[in-house]
């Protein structure tokens, strides 16, 4: 008999494909809407192994209504949806998807700081909106990228490769990271410095931490106080890394320029949320690693992963080991 195994939203067929030559493979076909609690609930108690997304919230409760459940494979890099510490109670393999979309990851948080920064959201509805009237010297202005100074807090893989495009519009790269990283300081022309330094130097600050309990509102505040009143913060993280109101309260107090946010505390960002009628954000629906191929790999990874642990091997990509 083969293993079972819970899918939480429809896959493309090649990944269930893969997956069905090992596993049973029961799925939520819903492509739009998150599996239902109770649903879940229900699975957990009789499958194997659970393929799951971040939008499904893995908790304690959760973890304990499972009997048979020796992996839990997350389609992603960030983690935060589930109670690792429950699992590994358990004895559950948990893993992730590093690597495989660092690029696309990094390539988007470039393009939220281009958008933000040179108002491209704001100038395309100016234009559709039949305001353009005629050309002047200071309609529109943005802020300069080329040679300014990007501040990364948390250099990961994204942040270094965040770091590289960086380098091709020939910007000063500030970095503040839990350790050091002299191969990377060295190989990418990057300097490290105290956060504070690099609040108070950058003119981008984009924050790559994973969300953790250390790491909750990273940019609060405080922090916020400290950056130039013509900086921009990008957060293709997880929302919970900045203080949302704290953000708001900077913005409209002009104690930084814009913010361009993929990700927000609460996803989906209510549409009436008081950030989303601030001219100076652009925001995104979480889509930094949205790239056709790059999901697709995901997935593929994830599924990977999945099959390892349900044969009793060690996945390559165990966040609990
Ligand atoms: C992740 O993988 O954690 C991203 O937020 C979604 O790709």
């Known amino acids: 008999m083969k293993p079972k195994i819970y899918i939480t939203r429809k896959l493309p067929d090649a990944i269930i494909a893969q997956l069905s030559e090992v596993c049973e493979v029961s799925m939520w076909e819903n492509e739009e809407e998150p599996v239902p609690r109770e649903v879940l609930e229900k699975e957990m108690q009789q499958v194997n192994g659970l ?55 990094a390539d988007l948080t470039f393009a939220l700081l281009m958008a933000t920064a040179r108002r ?18 200071m309609q529109l202005t943005g802020q300069d990228i080329y040679g300014a100074t990007l501040g990364i807090i948390g250099l990961g893989r994204i942040g270094e490769a965040l770091a590289k495009r960086a380098k091709g519009f020939d910007m000063n790269v500030l970095y503040y990271n839990r350790s050091r990283k002299f191969v990377a300081e060295e190989q990418l022309g990057i300097h490290y410095v105290d956060k504070e330094t690099l609040l108070k130097e950058s003119d981008f600050v984009c924050v790559l931490v994973p969300f953790t309990p250390e790491t909750k509102n990273t940019i ?62 652009v925001a995104l629906p979480h889509i930094g690693s949205a790239g056709i191929n790059t999901r697709i790999k995901m997935a593929s990874l994830a599924a990977s992963n999945l099959i390892e642990g349900i044969l009793g091997r060690i996945p390559k990509h165990l966040v609990n080991s």
């Open 120 to 137: 491209l959201i704001e100038a395309s509805d100016y234009l559709h909106e039949g305001k353009w009237e005629t050309w002047s010297p």
């Open 220 to 281: 609060d505040q405080n922090e916020l106080a400290l950056m130039k009143p013509s900086s921009v913060l990008i957060n293709t993280a997880r929302g919970g890394v900045v203080n949302e109101d704290a953000l708001y309260k900077a913005l409209i107090n002009n104690e930084i320029w814009a913010a361009g946010l993929d990700v927000f505390e609460v996803e989906p960002v209510p549409s009436d949320h008081p950030l989303l009628k601030l001219p100076n954000v």
């Open 51 to 105: 393929f799951c997304l971040l939008t499904d919230n893995i908790d304690k409760s959760l973890i304990s209504q499972s009997s048979q459940l020796k992996i839990i494979s997350n389609m992603a890099v960030g983690y935060n949806n589930i109670d690792i510490e429950a699992a590994t109670e358990k004895g559950i393999m948990v893993t992730n998807t590093p690597g495989v979309l660092t690029e696309t990851t």
